[in-house]
């Protein structure tokens, strides 16, 4: 089982949608969570980090809940511009590693 | 500009000839990673460093070699290349583990 899984995807949404992303890390001891998005062949660049709490960052919503050790994303209002890959990462302090998802693509159409 | 700049960005070489690639960040990061990435497999941590002189072993460290002799330099190193080494390599800084990474460009290897 890997570490950190998420929905295989691809996703199609039309401009406009609402779409969420789920994604489930194994290692309880895991400290700190993030998106990243990553456009083809290009260089992961931090969408946002994820908070117990929740966080919200314009059309992008994210909450984690550690009981279930799950993270999701929500994007409200899809833009073309949305289309790209969703990284969930995870990190843990056994070891001090960083472990990405496989990641899942989203196609926004107009 | 905040930056991590690898090279080369891309190299074509062949079995067994020894390269490295250079990774150099100028934010005055301490940990420092290089990941290799593979269609559907997603990123894989290679080594990471959390400072000057310490280093650690990723998820697939076969092959590799890195050195942190200065805080702002963390080379990948490739003795000996073979085809299943074949891939997109990132580097990455933060300012310390578990804080959000800086990606380089990324170095596109073909081994022959």
């Known amino acids: 089982r890997k570490e950190v899984e998420q929905d295989p995807g691809p996703f199609n949404v039309p401009e406009g949608a609402t779409v969420a992303f789920n994604c489930t890390y194994s290692n309880s001891a895991s400290q700190s969570f993030f998106w990243y998005r990553q456009d083809c062949r290009k260089e992961p660049k931090l969408l946002m980090s994820v908070y117990s709490s929740g966080n919200e960052d314009g059309r992008f919503t994210a909450q984690l809940n550690r009981a279930s050790q799950y993270i999701s994303l929500l994007i409200r209002d899809s833009k073309l511009s949305d289309s790209a890959t969703y990284l969930c990462?995870?990190?843990?302090?056994?070891?001090?590693?960083?472990?990405f998802g496989a990641g899942t693509r989203l196609f926004v159409k107009a | 500009e905040a930056q991590v700049t690898q090279n080369p960005r891309y190299l074509i070489t062949v079995t067994g000839k020894k390269l490295t690639v250079t990774c150099s960040q100028n934010m005055n990061h301490e940990y420092m990673s290089w990941y290799r990435q593979d269609p559907g497999l997603g990123l894989r941590q290679i080594y990471y460093?959390?400072?000057?002189?310490?280093?650690d072993k990723g998820d697939v460290p076969e092959g590799y070699k890195v050195s942190r002799k200065e805080k702002r330099n963390f080379p990948l190193i490739l003795e000996s290349p073979s085809p299943n080494q074949t891939s997109l390599y990132f580097c990455?800084?933060?300012?310390?583990?578990?804080?959000?990474?800086?990606f380089g460009d990324g170095t596109r290897l073909s081994i022959l």
């Open positions: 990462v995870v990190t843990h302090t056994g070891g001090f590693k960083t472990i």
């Open positions: 990455a800084s933060s300012s310390q583990f578990a804080q959000p990474q800086h």
């Open positions: 460093s959390m400072n000057v002189e310490v280093t």
